[in-house]
């Protein structure tokens, strides 16, 4: 007799991570498209890689593998504390800002608070919100960017918790600390912010979009960050959380002791204390998407103006035309579809060469077809 399985409950529309072409490894991307030469433009990683400080910082600290890592990443929390003009106390690491996500969801929603998310935006926050019980609603983008008086209409006595992304992915809009304050002091007690400044490193002035200044006026504020972007660090799966003390504390409950190994810590505690290294990331970044933008605009195509390491643009017409012809020649982008954007690709800024070749491609194709 054959069992029943197991209904899947509350997540049960929850999806696992895709496996299409622009989320395979470039390994396989190789195999799968016949060619050596792959170009992947479709994770938003830094195609330069981490700072060479952090190859010496892992040889050396090999030998100590075989020993559990500092529960709380004391070592990187503290340089970073010091760096921001924060306490330690403020800090906690995640096994990527990912997990982050999650652990914020879990520590302070029920079943059935509302969480706003403005749409389209990075999938994370909703599957969290899902994961917790909790209700996600959407409030749409204006003009590709999020419109924080849209916002803060759309919050009720339900909602518990609001994320932001910025920059926002996929669109790469930012909006600057100041309106986030005027924004901050209009809602009601009792709702956290949660802002994903996943990107806020690549933007032209960092200092001035990052919500950090306000921590200290806003203690129902909190601040995600990741080493998998500017600081090139993906595969080590280190990203962090910073807010008042007391919202840290309430995040740390839930949290797997051991959840960022050492290797992911060192790794990070080296790449951060490379200054140099990362403001010469956002210059080649700077430069690149000043290029990029000129030249994709020049194909006729609708260039979101974007402050991340990757641009958004509007082809136009259903956007897995371009990407299939860009896959045929070796490149990898990303359609929108899956971010309700079905004309559009998000399109990783890389180094240079990448950058001629995608731009390359493309325009063989415009000449092709008017031809
Ligand atoms: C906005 C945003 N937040 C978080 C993440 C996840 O970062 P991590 O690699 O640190 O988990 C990403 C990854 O693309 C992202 O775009």
């Keep these: 007799m054959k069992r029943q399985l197991p209904a899947a409950g509350r997540?049960?529309?929850l999806h696992p991570f895709p496996m299409e072409l622009p989320d395979l490894p470039v390994e396989e991307l190789r195999v799968r498209l016949g060619r050596e030469r792959v170009y992947k433009l479709s994770f938003n990683?830094?195609?330069y890689g981490p700072s060479p400080a952090v190859a010496r910082a892992l040889q050396e600290a090999a030998a100590t593998f075989h020993l559990y890592p500092d529960a709380y990443g004391r070592a990187l929390c503290a340089q970073?504390?010091?760096?921001y003009g924060l306490s330690p106390e403020q800090f906690l690491l995640g096994n990527g800002a990912d997990e982050v996500i999650n652990l914020v969801a879990m520590a302070f929603l029920d079943p059935g608070d509302r969480v706003?998310?403005?749409?389209?935006?990075?999938?994370?926050?909703?599957?969290?919100?899902?994961l917790a019980g909790a209700v996600p609603v959407t409030v749409p983008l204006k003009d590709y960017r999020i419109d924080l008086d849209l916002v803060a209409a759309a919050v009720t006595a339900g909602?518990?918790?609001?994320?932001?992304?910025?920059?926002?992915?996929?669109?790469?809009?930012?909006?600057p600390a100041a309106a986030l304050a005027s924004f901050l002091n209009r809602?009601?007690?009792?709702?956290?912010?949660v802002v994903d400044e996943a990107y806020n490193e690549y933007t032209d002035?960092?200092?001035?979009?990052?919500?950090?200044?306000?921590?200290?006026?806003?203690?129902?504020?909190?601040?995600?960050?990741?080493?998998?972007?500017?600081?090139?660090?993906?595969?080590a799966r280190v990203g962090y959380l910073m807010g008042?003390?007391?919202?840290?504390?309430?995040?740390?409950?839930?949290?797997?002791?051991?959840?960022?190994?050492?290797?992911?810590?060192?790794?990070?505690?080296?790449?951060?204390?490379?200054r140099v290294y990362v403001d010469r990331m956002r210059e080649q970044n700077s430069r690149q998407r000043r290029w990029l933008t000129e030249k994709l605009t020049a194909l006729g195509w609708r260039v979101v103006p974007g402050q991340a390491n990757f641009l958004l643009v509007d082809t136009g017409r259903d956007g897995r035309e371009a990407f299939t012809r860009l896959a045929e020649q070796g490149i990898i982008v990303r359609p929108c579809h899956g971010f309700q954007l079905p004309t559009c690709l998000r399109i990783t800024i890389g180094r240079p060469e990448e950058n001629a070749a995608l731009v390359q491609a493309l325009e063989g194709e415009n000449t092709r077809g008017s031809g």
């Design 11 to 13: 997540t049960a529309d």
């Design 45 to 47: 990683e830094n195609p």
């Design 80 to 83: 970073m504390a010091a760096f």
């Design 116 to 130: 706003l998310i403005p749409s389209p935006t990075f999938g994370a926050y909703g599957a969290a919100a899902r």
């Design 159 to 175: 909602t518990k918790m609001i994320f932001l992304c910025n920059p926002n992915n996929p669109t790469g809009t930012a909006f």
């Design 187 to 193: 809602l009601p007690e009792g709702v956290l912010v």
């Design 205 to 235: 002035d960092p200092a001035s979009y990052t919500a950090l200044s306000l921590l200290d006026a806003h203690p129902h504020l909190l601040v995600i960050r990741t080493f998998s972007k500017i600081y090139g660090l993906a595969a």
């Design 244 to 274: 008042s003390a007391e919202l840290i504390r309430q995040v740390h409950r839930v949290r797997p002791p051991f959840n960022v190994g050492a290797p992911g810590q060192v790794a990070a505690l080296a790449a951060f204390g490379d």
